[in-house]
Nanobody
Framework: VQLQAFGGGLVQPGGSLRLSCSASAFTLEYFAIGWIRQAPGKEREGVSCISGDDDSTYYADSVKGRFTISRDNAKNTVYLQMNSLKPEDTAVYYC????????????????????WGQGTLVTVSS
């Protein structure tokens, strides 16, 4: 079971991108979905999460006020809207979940994650 993450690209500082995370084999609505990034030479960092029970959201301090996570259940997709992008946001972004945690809470990366998207590269540079 896999997720599909896409929407990355090259953007100038201050710009915006929207990442999407979808699944074909299961319904995302009932699972907490997290966005996790990894910059070159750095450890993975949990960025944002939307819970599987009440759609409550979680943001890392580094992205609060700039990133927004949301769901479109009709499209079985979770989005990460990224505004006011900074060079330090440059990373490969993954979406992931714990399929054993139905109705899971955030941050989901505190759980063992067993479904991952393939990663999408976000580069913020002038």
């Amino acid at each position: 079971v896999q997720l599909q993450a896409f929407g990355g690209g090259l953007v100038q500082p201050g710009g915006s991108l929207r990442l999407s995370c979808s699944a074909s084999a299961f319904t995302l609505e009932y699972f907490a979905i997290g966005w996790i990034r990894q910059a070159p030479g750095k450890e993975r960092e949990g960025v944002s999460c939307i819970s599987g029970d009440d759609d409550s959201t979680y943001y890392a301090d580094s992205v609060k006020g700039r990133f927004t996570i949301s769901r479109d259940n009709a499209k079985n997709t979770v989005y990460l809207q990224m505004n006011s992008l900074k060079p330090e946001d440059t990373a490969v972004y993954y979406c992931a979940t714990d399929l054993l945690s139905y109705g899971g809470s955030c941050p989901i990366w505190d759980n063992p994650l067993d479904a991952w998207g393939q990663g999408t590269l976000v580069t913020v540079s002038s």
